[in-house]
């Protein structure tokens, strides 16, 4: 053991109970009750251990937003930087989603993942040009590449994660609105890997594009309203929504400018329906605007009633499974740990309607572990 962590909370047993965490080698070697005798007895006579008390703080598997775009403009994307919405902010994992296709996969490569200091992933953007700021259309057939997307894939099975399709009208082709949903499942069929849909301003329609996903397949921006929403006339969860889930299919937040409504994820929570991962979908406009912050998507559930072990558990574990990431706070799992804190806050927060919702406590991240270093968050 070269490392401590004391005086945690960690949910365990159905409840958060106050525990020690010891690290060793960059793993987790043992989590016991506070203060248990073996835990301080490896401890003690171990010159080199690093002792942490922590005590008032939270303990969870390292938090993963699986919804962001990391390409920054002056590389043609419209992201922000991997170091502002990472380590800094409680978050050991990132996925960008879309921002590149097949012809700009090199520069997110080169620009983003190599100075990473966090585990970074992509969904390749089923167009080849991937997302455009200035340009939302390029909306003509053909501009798929799958044999490229093939051997992008061959090349760098640990950085591809997925396929990305933007499934909202204004991507779309005028004549054929699914066009593209049906090149990203082809494309996901061919990679053997998850299609990430974003659904925005219908056509497509989602009666067109649930029916088509398998599962580990994600719709993100779940909890949006308008055409593309998965409440129907009477404010119930769609049965093909819920056929969709029951069969695998997986449902993101991916919280944006324009991708969150609290009435609608009310609506859910209310019936049951809980979103698989919590993500934020940060990226240059939203970064100051809205979504802000993975710990303030995450305070927004805390303000509607969800738990804060069910918020933890997706915004850790859930969404690391589906990026191939090892995240727990089992022994024998990687020391990819954040800690946070709980606190007063009396304020309010509005979702991407101007929908404002009173907030009395906030996710405040505190440190995190991460590849055997102990940081602190800003």
């Known amino acids: 053991m070269d490392m401590l962590l004391k005086n945690v909370l960690v949910f365990r047993d159905g409840t958060w109970k106050l525990t020690d965490i010891a690290i060793g080698a960059g793993k987790i070697e043992a989590v016991t009750d506070a203060g248990k005798e073996e835990v301080a007895a490896q401890a003690a006579p171990a010159g080199g251990v690093e002792v942490h008390d922590l005590s008032g703080l939270h303990a969870s598997a390292g938090w993963v937003d699986l919804h962001t775009h990391l ?5 043609g994307g419209i992201g922000t930087h991997a170091e502002k919405i990472g380590l800094r902010t409680g978050v050991t994992a990132l996925l960008d989603v879309g921002t590149v296709g097949s012809e700009t996969f090199a520069r997110l490569r080169d620009k983003v993942i190599a100075t990473a200091r966090l585990p970074v992933k992509c969904l390749l953007n089923i167009k080849r040009p991937g997302i455009r700021f ?8 053909g501009l ?28 779309m082709l005028d004549y054929d609105p699914m066009y593209y949903v049906r090149k990203a499942m082809e494309a996901g069929a061919e990679l053997r890997l998850p299609v990430m849909v974003h659904i925005g301003r219908t056509p497509p329609s989602l009666a067109e594009i649930l029916p088509l996903l398998k599962p580990g397949d994600i719709i993100t921006h779940c909890f949006r309203n308008g055409g593309h929403t998965i409440l129907d006339s009477s404010g119930k969860i769609r ?15 991916g919280h944006g400018v324009k991708s969150f409504s609290f009435p609608v994820a009310e609506k859910a929570l209310e019936q049951g329906f809980l979103p698989t991962s919590i993500s934020s979908d940060l990226y240059m406009l939203s970064t100051p605007y809205r979504a802000i912050s993975f710990a303030n998507v995450l305070t927004k559930f805390l303000a509607i009633g969800m738990k804060l072990e069910d918020i933890m558990a997706r915004a850790s574990t859930a ?6 990431l090892s995240r727990g706070l089992e022994p024998g799992r990687p020391a990819s740990i954040t800690l946070f804190k709980v606190v007063d806050d009396e304020c309010v927060l509005k979702d991407c309607w101007n929908q404002a919702r009173p907030v009395k406590k906030r996710i405040q991240p505190s440190c995190v572990i991460h590849e055997g270093r102990f940081m602190h968050c800003n």
């Open 71 to 75: 390409l920054p403009l002056r590389y």
């Open 134 to 141: 200035w340009k939302v259309g390029g909306n003509e057939p």
């Open 144 to 171: 798929d590449d799958i044999p490229a997307m093939v051997k992008l894939k061959e090349a760098h099975p640990d950085l591809i994660a997925g396929v990305k399709v933007t499934a909202s009208k204004e991507h």
């Open 239 to 253: 049965s093909d929504a819920r056929e969709a889930a029951a069969r695998g299919v997986l449902f993101d937040v």
């Open 319 to 324: 969404p690391a499974s589906v990026m191939g």
